[in-house]
Structure formats: C-alpha cells, structure tokens
C-alpha cells in the first residue's frame, strides 16, 4: 500500500509543477474540472442512482458510491476524507435532485487544491501541502466541520426532499 500511495504521490506531484499561469490554467482544466464533471455524471448521476435502484434504499446507493468514488482514487491513506467528500456530493445530489451542485462542490475541492500548491500561493503561505506533514489544528477542524453540517442541513431544509 505504501509502494503504490508513494507512486500516487509521484504522480500528483508531477502533474502540480506549475511554472506559469498557463500551466495553473491547465491545471485546473485537466485536475480541476473535468474530473468534478466526470466522476459526478459516472458516481452521482449513474452509480448513485442505479444502486438506489437495485437496493431500494437511498442511504446506502450514498454510501456505495462514495465507497466506490474514494476506492477508484487508489490513495489508502486518503481513502476516509475522500470517502465523506462522497458521501457529502451524494447526499448533496440526492437533496438538491441537481447534479450541477455536486459538480461545483467537487470542483471547488479540487480548484482549491491546485490553488494552493501553485507555488505563487505556496510561498506565500508558507506551506507545502504535497510533502510536509502539517499538524491539524482542531479548532479550525471543528470549526470547518460544524460550517459543513451548518451548509448540508441548510441544503437539506431548503429542498424538495421534505415536501415531496
């Protein structure tokens, strides 16, 4: 696992070496939105739906797919934060019945990845996310958690899933 999480690494790191603001604009092209678009038409707008299908049960179609969205990536140690980014883009889909929000929500986790290791931003701040173990500050984790569970409970009040 650690031999093929390393090669995982290699590649990423690979695809981030961004000397110019065109390479941040392919960046962001290549990492960014085509995969936000296509893994939520392949794991929301078909695998969600076609478990929700065959189970009958909404809940666990979630948890397949997210299952399956964090076990494709091939990443071990990142298999749990990916694992609840699925659950949260399903459940996003499936409150919303809108594919674009889970589309926009996996693009701006990955935008945002870029963003910061672009080395203008990386230096700025200090911070390098790819090969520096940072310490997580549990506050800030809190803090991002609760506004998270404040957005999908939001979400889930304001749509149709209640009503209909």
Known sequence: M??????????????L????????????FLIGL?????????FRGVLQQLFTK??????????ISAFLFSAIHLQFFSFLPRFVLGIVLGYMFYWSKNL???ILA??????????????????KIQIDFLNEETSVNISAALISLLAVA????LL???TSIKKG
């Not at 070496?17 to 962001?28: A, F, W």
């Not at 189970?55 to 979630?62: P, Q």
């Not at 404040?150 to 409970?153: D, I, S, T, Y």
């Open 54 to 63: 065959w189970t009958g049960k909404v809940h666990l179609a979630i948890f």
């Open 100 to 102: 674009w929000l889970p």
């Open 106 to 123: 996996h693009f701006t986790n990955n935008t945002l990845a870029i963003i910061f290791t672009y080395h203008f931003v990386a230096d």
């Open 150 to 153: 404040l957005l999908m409970f």
């Open 34 to 42: 085509i995969p936000a678009i296509g893994e939520e038409l392949l």
């Open 2 to 15: 650690e031999a093929s999480e390393q090669k995982a690494m290699e590649l990423t790191e690979a695809f």
């Open 17 to 28: 070496v961004m000397n110019s603001i065109g390479d941040l604009l392919i960046n962001l």
């Open 156 to 158: 889930y009040k304001n």
